[in-house]
């Protein structure tokens, strides 16, 4: 806190003004009138009075007069201070004006010897006092640390960190109104959890104190929403939170945001056409073109997109004949071979995963879906009819990075069912993340789910992308991050406490 600016704050109170006032009401933002009178070939009104509010941003003074850069959600306008054009009281006001102040103001309008438009002020209220100065706007605010743990000031300082978000706003409203229109229903599901499912990944616990019971917090939603396909909502989405208590780097955080739909009567090809439609319609609103730049690499987003078995796709990327891997023996000595240590309890099918996520997830730049992932890793997903140690499921990779994962659910009851028990099994021998059984799931299909279709995309990787942006935790307007160290006064308060 700043002490001369807590001592203008005093001043006002002495006064008899409110620093913090209860209410200000303004018509229009600031791009009403720039984008009206902002070119310097616009012909101004000459008596008609516009208002304003908004932040100070910059302030030069040069008198009894000065200049102000005000903004406010929408744009940014000059407004033009002189004594006598505002009350002595207003003008007493504005002398304890700091940059960072919110002010109301109105005026008519003026070009300045240079032509910028400016608001000539006819009347001045300051309605927010900031107690602390904001960084040397010359240098911005430039330290990641503060920008992530003060995402405040970081939206306040760098219009391009405001300008990510507002695009996330603009890509997710586009997200919704993609599956809405094809006859999805939006619905809302658990986020805590008696029983872990839906994915391979590591929960968070809690406890439920009235019930004596313990709860997760929700690895996905997916078991829930099939049910509602066995009740008769044939398409349905939802777009929220996920919780895996896993590390933190570049592509994950803890809490991320997934949407996560089904289609009954489809299959994973339908659900594979659908995000190159979505993903290549997204890319044109809000970047108005055809390809991607993302970490000074050119991706491109031109349709059909490249699709390839898992098998394969170590062939082509990393030169690796099918029938190096094709027993578990071979698979785990290749393993070996690249630094990877197969675990007793992995299957063929895990090692030859572990092969694809070392040597070709890396390599792969433009969008391409991945296909016929070993069903040892797909406890959720239908066996292939012509490999039944296969699943009918992909994964779309695109700039090196997992952002989709779907595939043709399973809707047998009776091999769900052993498929949950493996993954107990699994469970019970050390893996945290192997899901549980799910009883009443296997009911739910029971009563019959139709052939049905799912997919889950991550929305902080799609925004990575769509925005350039390197990190997931520029995309979050609040990253997860350690806590701060006790400030000066906490720990004074902390040796208090402890005499």
């Known amino acids: 806190m700043d002490q001369h600016r807590l001592e203008k704050s005093q001043k006002l109170r002495n006064m008899g003004l409110n620093p913090y006032v209860n209410s200000h009401i303004i018509e229009s933002p600031i791009s009403d009138i720039t984008g009206l009178y902002g070119s310097e070939t616009a012909a ?4 008609e009075e516009f208002s304003a ?3 100070v941003t910059g302030k030069r003074e040069f008198g009894k007069t000065s200049f102000l850069t005000l903004k406010d959600r929408t744009g940014k306008i000059q407004v033009y201070i002189k004594k006598g054009l505002i009350s002595d009281d207003e003008f007493g006001i504005y002398g304890l004006t700091d940059v960072g102040d919110f002010i109301g103001v109105t005026g008519t309008l003026f070009r300045t010897k240079t032509g910028e438009l400016t608001l000539r002020a006819k009347s001045y209220r300051l309605l927010t ?41 603009r890509i997710i409203h586009e997200i919704r109104n993609f599956f809405t229109e094809r006859g999805f229903v939006e619905a809302e599901t658990p986020m805590m959890h008696s029983i872990i499912g839906g994915a391979a990944a590591k929960p968070f616990v809690t406890h439920h104190n009235a019930l004596d019971m313990e709860l997760y917090l929700r690895i996905a939603p997916e078991l829930y929403l099939k049910r509602l396909v066995v009740g008769g909502i044939e398409r349905v989405f939802e777009l929220n939170r996920n919780f895996r208590n896993e590390g933190i780097d570049t592509k994950h955080n803890p809490e991320f ?28 609103k809000i970047n108005g073109a055809d390809h991607l730049e993302f970490g000074g690499k050119k991706i491109d987003l031109t349709r059909p ?7 394969d796709s170590l062939k082509e990327f990393a030169g690796i004949e099918k029938s190096a891997f094709d027993t578990r023996e071979k698979a785990a000595e290749l393993a070996k071979k690249h630094g990877i240590k197969p675990e ?12 694809f996520d070392a040597l070709v997830e890396e390599k792969l730049l433009n969008p391409t879906f991945i296909t016929d992932y070993p069903k040892e890793i797909s406890p959720l997903s239908k066996s292939k009819e012509t490999d039944p140690e296969l699943t009918d499921r992909f994964e779309l990779f695109v700039a090196g990075m997992e952002l989709s994962n779907g595939f043709n659910e399973l809707n047998d009851p009776i091999d769900q069912k052993e498929r949950f028990q493996k993954q107990v099994e699994s469970r019970n021998a050390g893996d945290e993340e192997a899901c549980m059984m799910d009883e009443d799931y296997i009911r739910a299909l029971e009563y019959g789910l139709p052939p049905t279709a799912g997919a889950g995309m991550g929305i902080d990787r799609l925004v ?7 990190t997931i935790r520029e995309v979050l307007l609040f990253p997860y991050m350690r806590p701060e160290e006790p400030t000066e006064c906490a720990q004074t308060q902390e040796k208090e406490d402890e005499a």
């Open 44 to 47: 101004l009104p000459e008596n």
């Open 53 to 55: 509010a908004g932040r």
């Open 129 to 169: 006092k900031a107690l602390r100065d904001l960084p040397e706007k010359f240098h911005g605010l430039k330290d990641v640390e503060t920008r992530y743990r003060q995402r405040y000031l970081d939206l306040i300082m760098n219009d391009e960190s405001k300008e990510v978000f507002l695009k996330r706003s």
């Open 257 to 284: 945001t997934m949407i996560e739909w089904y289609m009954a009567y489809a299959d994973y090809h339908t659900l594979m056409d659908m995000i190159e439609e979505l993903i290549s319609g997204l890319a044109a």
């Open 305 to 311: 997109w490249k699709r390839i078995t898992m098998e």
């Open 344 to 355: 007793a309890a992995w299957g063929r099918g895990k090692i030859v995963q572990e092969l």
């Open 464 to 470: 990575m992308l769509l925005t350039n942006q390197p």
